[in-house]
């Protein structure tokens, strides 16, 4: 009697694991989700194989799965980093907040203006022996402080072109601005579709054969 009273092993393993998979859920799903890097369309600020977390709750609380916004917090601001789904595809996208909602955005030459002011740069370095030859600048958007890169011969995405941006939407680009797949090229990232701020670094491992670094853990500028 004692043994058929007595609950299956699996059974109690899974009901100890419970509450550690609900943690998970609760973690990832409202407050922080971690992210790899896939691609070098943020360098030099987020390189490939950065580990990153996202703060799924600065911009409001969304029910999982859904995406709903039930509580309003934050708007995006320009200069943020960015996690969303881009319109042309249901995946993870990172780039940098650009244009708000009603701004004009002109990207003539690799130089960037919103509403007719041209964004503030500095040149720090040029890398002329690289093929192609790109230019390191800091530049100051809204708050924000952050290095781009720019090729010195501009591709496609530093041709002249003027972008307004709708009610509700956000205008993103990476900050290797002539290596990025961005709003220049699939338009405007509905503020339903935003997922969280990246704001820190949390490791780096490029790929799995690779040893993990821990010289990049910090926040996101």
Do not use: C
Request: proline share 7%; aromatic share 12%.
């Amino acid at each position: 009697q004692a043994k058929l009273r007595q609950q299956p092993w699996w059974l109690d393993w899974t009901a100890g694991l419970f509450p550690v998979l609900l943690a998970v859920f609760i973690l990832r799903s409202f407050l922080f989700e971690p992210f790899k890097i896939p691609s070098g369309s943020m360098v030099p600020t987020l390189r490939v194989g950065d580990l990153i977390l996202v703060n799924k709750f600065h911009y409001g609380i969304r029910l999982p799965v859904l995406n709903t916004k039930v509580v309003e917090l934050n708007k995006p601001e320009r200069g943020d980093v960015m996690v969303f789904f881009p319109p042309h595809e249901k995946r993870y996208f990172i780039k940098r907040v650009i244009g708000l909602p009603g701004d004009t955005i002109d990207y003539r030459n690799n130089e960037l203006s919103v509403n007719g002011e041209k964004v503030s740069e500095e040149l720090q370095a040029q890398f002329l022996l690289a093929r192609p030859q790109y230019e390191i600048y800091n530049e100051v958007i809204g708050d924000a402080e952050h290095q781009t890169q720019k090729f010195i011969n501009p591709l496609a995405h530093g041709a002249n072109a003027s972008y307004d941006v709708p009610q509700g939407h956000y205008f993103m680009m990476g900050d290797n601005r002539d290596n990025s797949s961005d709003s220049r090229v699939w338009g405007q990232v509905p503020e339903r579709d935003i997922v969280g701020q990246a704001v820190a670094i949390w490791m780096h491992w490029e790929s799995l054969f690779s040893i993990p670094s821990f010289g990049r853990v910090g926040s996101i500028d």
